[in-house]
Antibody
């Protein structure tokens, strides 16, 4: 059974940092691209970032570029999102997602999400 | 990189057909055949129902179909059923290793 389990969310003050993690199991993690997608309360889905299977290609939404960094550790079957200079508008549930390819494949496997709240 | 444009709501009676549009630009929807559609029920993770504009994953009923013309993609649900109620999101590759979602459409079966 495919499982993606996010962790690291919580309450953080504006301007501070937070690091999210995602532990993967039940599929060949090293063969899949991975993504972060977020959903703010009352809003729709927003794609945040994606990373290829070998970390050679990484993309970011304009809203987080320069502040967020995505990385992965295939040996540990883990995905990470380092979030710096957090803003109140970054408040959202953050989902870890797997797709076969970074650019083209559908977002096939989804985690249950971790809540990030940015507030003073 | 702006969100794709979807109508906030759509509705239909059981057995009818409904079409949801997803409008982008030549830099996303119009430029690639990597448009996918996701169905989300309350409290559940989104599930892909259409990928690469027209393809259906195994297990998705053929009542769901996708198409694209220019910068607009469409999802058609034929023979509406009560279980089709939910939120629907389109997504497209947007170049430069990025993707973009639509704002979502709430489908109601009345």
């Amino acid at each position: 059974e495919v499982q993606l389990v996010e962790s690291g969310g919580g309450l953080v003050q504006p301007g501070r940092s937070l690091r999210l993690s995602c532990a993967a199991s039940g599929f060949s993690f090293e063969d899949y691209a991975m993504h972060w997608v977020r959903r703010a309360p009352g809003n729709g889905l927003e794609w945040v970032s994606g990373i290829s299977w070998n970390s050679n290609n990484i993309g970011y939404a304009d809203s987080v570029k320069g502040r967020f960094t995505t990385s992965r550790d295939n040996a540990e079957r883990s995905l990470f999102l380092q979030m710096n200079s957090l803003r109140p508008e970054d408040t959202a549930f953050y989902y870890c997602i797997a797709s076969r390819w970074l650019q083209s494949s559908p977002l096939a496997y989804w985690g249950q999400g971790t809540l990030v709240t940015v507030s003073s | 990189q702006s969100a794709l444009t979807q109508p906030p709501s759509a509705s239909g009676s059981p057995g009818q057909s409904v079409t949801i549009s997803c409008t982008g630009t030549s830099s996303d929807v119009g430029g690639y055949y990597y448009v996918s559609w996701y169905q989300q029920h309350p409290g559940k993770a989104p599930k892909v129902i259409i990928y690469e504009v027209t393809k259906r994953p195994s297990g998705v009923p053929d009542r769901f179909s996708g198409s694209k013309s220019g910068n607009t993609a469409s999802l058609t649900v034929s023979g509406l059923q009560a279980e089709d109620e939910g939120d629907y999101y389109c997504s497209s590759y947007a170049g430069d290793n990025r993707r973009v979602f639509g704002g979502g459409t709430k489908l109601t079966v009345v």
